[in-house]
C-alpha cells in the first residue's frame, strides 16, 4: 500500500511559477511510474505529466509541453512537477499517483494510488 501526499500548492499570477511535490510513503518507491493529474473544476480528471520508474522517460499532455517538468529523486521518495509560465487555464486541484512499471503514462485506469490533492490557482 503506497501513501501519496501532494505539496506546494498555491495561488500564483498569470506567467509565475510553482513547484508541486509529492512524498511517498509505504511502498517501494522506485518500482512504481509516477504521474502528475489534475482536475478543474465542472471537469474530468486529466493528465499532466509521467515519469517512469527510473526517471529515464517523461511524457507530458501537449497542454503543458514546455511549460512543466516532472521529476523524481527515488532516495527520498519524492516526485516533483515544475511549473513555468502558468496560465489561468491551469487553475486545478493537482494529484500525484502511483502506476506499475509497464504504464506508458496517460490512462488514469493505469494507476493504483493517489494522494488527495493539491490545489494550484493562476490568477490573470
Known amino acids: 500500500q503506497v501513501q501519496l501526499v501532494e505539496s506546494g500548492g498555491g495561488l500564483v499570477q498569470a506567467g509565475g511559477s510553482l513547484s508541486l511535490s509529492c512524498a511517498a510513503s509505504g511502498g517501494t518507491f522506485s518500482r512504481y511510474n509516477m504521474g502528475w493529474f489534475r482536475q478543474a473544476p465542472g471537469k474530468e480528471r486529466e493528465f499532466v505529466a509521467h515519469?517512469?520508474?527510473?526517471?529515464?522517460?517523461?511524457r507530458y499532455a501537449d497542454s503543458v509541453k514546455g511549460r512543466f517538468t516532472i521529476s523524481r529523486d527515488n532516495a527520498k521518495n519524492t516526485v516533483t512537477l515544475r511549473m513555468n509560465s502558468l496560465k489561468p487555464e491551469d487553475t486545478a486541484v493537482y494529484y500525484c499517483?502511483?502506476?506499475?512499471?509497464?504504464?506508458?503514462?496517460?490512462?488514469?485506469?493505469?494507476?493504483?494510488?493517489w494522494g488527495q490533492g493539491t490545489q494550484v490557482t493562476v490568477s490573470s
Open positions: 515519469i517512469k520508474w527510473s526517471g529515464s522517460s517523461t
Open positions: 499517483a502511483a502506476a506499475p512499471m509497464s504504464s506508458i503514462g496517460p490512462a488514469l485506469g493505469d494507476y493504483d494510488y
